[in-house]
């Protein structure tokens, strides 16, 4: 039996420094007349301080936690969450290249320059990797 849901989506966001993700938690096949070419809109407005981000592995957002402290030589109990902002942990934009590149090796990937300056949180980095892993096995 098939389940059908309505799920619109329209990111038309001019601030450089929001980003806002979606997806769905649960797989999902969405049909439109059979094309493939869907376009989605959203009917209410988001609030600015709502943030809405994919589920990652955890296993992944602990790497890269592990990988965030080393590189910026943190303290073992220093807390580093998936919301975590490289800035508020004292990270310039050398330690960010150091960090991309300790995952990198890491995960045994290689990230574009442009997509790995977008990398402010762990939470992002995650999802980024996350991606490239999936690209690379597909």
Do not use: Y
Request: hydrophobic share 40%; aromatic share 6%; proline share 2%.
């Amino acid at each position: 039996m098939a389940t059908s849901f309505s799920f619109s989506i329209s990111m038309q966001a001019r601030v450089s420094a929001t980003t806002t993700r979606f997806c769905l938690q649960k797989p999902a096949s969405i049909f439109h007349n059979g094309k493939t070419n869907l376009s989605f809109s959203q009917r209410h407005p988001i609030p600015a301080r709502l943030a809405i981000s994919c589920a990652v592995k955890q296993e992944t957002v602990e790497k890269v936690s592990e990988i965030v402290k080393k590189q910026l030589s943190l303290a073992e109990d220093q807390k580093v969450t998936a919301r975590t902002k490289f800035t508020e942990l004292g990270a310039d934009s050398l330690d960010t290249v150091e960090i991309v590149m300790g995952l990198e090796e890491e995960f045994g990937i290689t990230m574009a320059e442009e997509r790995a300056k977008e990398i402010a949180t762990v939470q992002h980095a995650a999802e980024l990797i996350e991606e490239l892993i999936q690209q690379k096995t597909a």
